[in-house]
């Protein structure tokens, strides 16, 4: 039987291709459900507040640098959505007074407009975000150098690559409202893919990169990050790929209910617990990694209900 077409952009394949089975399953789950979606190498966690939510996603800043030494160097691969970790790093670190000089950082993607990367000048640079939310609020006696920042700006090869010399403790994102994590979205309906989205072994294979963004996804950013004024928004970015995120030791994915909507937030956990891989909703591939983290706000995770406005 033919998948159904994208009721958001009938060119682009999406979670709403979707089996509706599936999607009736998932509608079903009370966040008693979603907790007992653990399973060996996934794990739900729930947090009680937002000032325990972020201070957790703070500290894997924290414990995964303090791992990190000359000789054999790790660092953690950090997401702009959620940002509101980050001016917590600095100042765990700060008040610690913690040498994390050894230790490194890559950011997980940047907007790519022309062709290019967007300077640190544009508003919506995600480098420039992580800096001024993070790394310059850091003393400087304790910092890491520029040379342990690693955004994919430049050559992508060598982004892809520092994977292989530097330990990824942690690989930590959201979840947008497409079911991505970082920019890997979901591939268009054309070509060979236009019956069917690529299989899960097919995409794995995709490695830093720069991508064409799902319509879903640039609505979503301005939204999020430009009230709305969806004109300012890139359609292309420069993502970590599935490639790097298999080099990580563990993914954590946090979700306050800010970025994605009650009924993506249970899909991915539970196509992720029952190993149902799907590219049309990439981030149900993570089943396969063998050690995937989510993270809930206990009450950022509604309910799917029926509700007029």
């Not at 209910?257 to 190993?275: C, E, V, Y």
Request: hydrophobic share 40%; glycine share 6%; aromatic share 10%.
């Amino acid at each position: 039987m033919a998948r159904a077409i994208s009721k958001v952009a009938p060119e682009w394949w999406d979670y709403t291709t979707l089996d509706e089975a599936l999607v009736r399953d998932v509608a079903r789950l009370t966040l008693e459900d979603v907790a007992q979606l653990s399973r060996p190498g996934f794990q739900v966690h729930f947090h009680d507040t937002l000032e325990a939510f972020y201070l957790a996603e703070a500290l894997e800043y924290v414990d995964a640098w303090r791992q990190s030494s000359a000789d054999r160097p790790a660092g953690i691969c950090g997401p702009i959505g959620p940002t509101e970790q980050l001016p917590l790093v600095a100042q765990i670190v700060n008040a610690l007074q913690l040498d994390v000089r050894d230790a490194h950082f890559w950011g997980m993607d940047e907007w790519v407009e022309a062709g290019q990367p967007v300077p640190i000048t544009h508003p919506l640079s995600f480098a420039r975000a992580d800096l001024e939310l993070c790394f310059n609020r850091i003393d400087p006696k304790l910092r890491m150098p520029d040379s342990h920042l690693h955004f994919p700006t430049g050559d992508l090869d060598a982004y892809s690559r520092s994977f292989d010399s530097i330990r990824c403790v942690v690989m930590q994102g959201g979840q947008g409202e497409v079911k991505h994590w970082a920019f890997n979205d979901p591939p268009r309906r054309a070509g060979v893919w236009r019956d069917d989205p690529p299989p899960p072994h097919v995409y794995r294979e995709l490695g830093a990169r720069v991508v064409d963004l799902h319509p879903m996804t640039v609505i979503q950013n301005a939204r999020t990050s430009g009230g709305g004024n969806v004109a300012m928004v890139p359609t292309q970015a420069a993502t970590v790929g599935p490639l790097e995120t298999w080099k990580a030791e563990r993914v954590s994915i946090w979700q306050a209910g800010m970025h994605d909507n009650p009924f993506g937030m249970r899909l991915t956990a539970f196509m992720i617990s029952k190993r149902i891989m799907d590219s049309a909703v990439p981030m149900s591939l993570l089943a396969d990694h063998p050690n995937v983290h989510f993270h809930y706000y206990r009450r950022g995770l509604g309910v799917v209900a029926t509700e007029m406005h």
